[in-house]
């Protein structure tokens, strides 16, 4: 092509128009009703932005929390239970009537190796 | 339109981008959109001169590629994916039999830009001379011209050889030579003023 053909600059004269606002909501209105993934999906990409101050804020509420309820848990585990009959572990016993023959006997022939 | 971080998603592959966009990620949907539609729009307003039909076929482009078949990086740019479908689409509106026509000349003779010039803004005549081609030289025009696109580029937009984009772009820059002569000549008496 012509690298300096005066028809070029004339052409340049020629300005198009830019997409409106309107169209531009137009058009991402249409796309959100094409393209809508299921709820479940756009539940677990649901991203939410928190400011890091009110993060921090809320871990240490947590940790507090933690912290002043533990006591509370630790007596009823640590409390000492008195030896009684629930403390006595039951004992397993094996007699010979527990032996009984095979009912149905399925081989299962294992090569070499596996 | 909504503010997009395009340095995050710079990164991202147009491929990446299109597929995120199908699953309904409206944030990859709106990059695409922010990056191509001055380019799609400006090319389906010059093409067809409707506002109307300009925001029709861009709608329907950008639906498309989120609906339509796949788009492969390795068969080229998003950009021209875009514009061969905006391509098709302006096509199926705008085709009729006298319009597929290659020779021009007829055409020309209804343009009188003597008698205009007085009246007329430049680019208003600039914009019917390059309307009263036919629409594979105007579209080839448009697309070398005011989209700054390659032989190559445009020869895979409108699925021809590169032989038949330059043969059509030749044709279109001789018609508009003879139906812009005043104006051009006019130009030139102005820089030697």
Known sequence: MNEHDPLDNLLREWNSPEPTDELDRRITSAYRTTVRPPIWRRFWRTRISIPAPALVSAALVVLALFLWLRPHFGVSVATPSAPGPAAVQPETRVTLADFQPVQQLEPHIMKEGK | ?193
């Open chain 2, 1 to 193: 339109m909504q503010y997009v971080d395009t340095t995050v998603t710079e990164l991202t592959t147009e491929s990446e981008l299109v597929r995120n966009a199908r699953n309904g990620d409206e944030m990859a949907f709106l990059v695409i959109y922010q990056r191509h539609r001055s380019a799609v729009y400006q090319f389906a307003w010059r093409m067809s001169r409707s506002t109307t039909t300009a925001e029709d076929v861009m709608q329907e482009c950008f639906l498309a590629l989120v609906r339509g078949a796949a788009f492969d990086n390795g068969r080229g740019t998003l950009r021209s994916y875009l514009f061969g479908i905006a391509r098709n689409l302006l096509r199926r509106g705008l085709r009729t039999s006298e319009r597929e026509a290659e020779e021009p000349e007829e055409a020309m003779a209804s343009i009188d830009v003597l008698g205009e010039l007085l009246t007329a803004e430049r680019s208003d005549l600039v914009a019917r001379a390059v309307e009263q081609l036919p629409p594979l030289q105007r579209e080839a025009i448009v697309l070398f011209t005011y989209e700054e696109m390659s032989l190559e580029q445009i020869a895979g937009i409108v699925q021809a050889d590169i032989g038949a984009v330059k043969s059509r772009l030749r044709r279109a820059r001789e018609a508009l030579h003879a139906t812009l002569a005043p104006l051009l000549a006019q130009g030139s008496n102005r820089r030697t003023l």
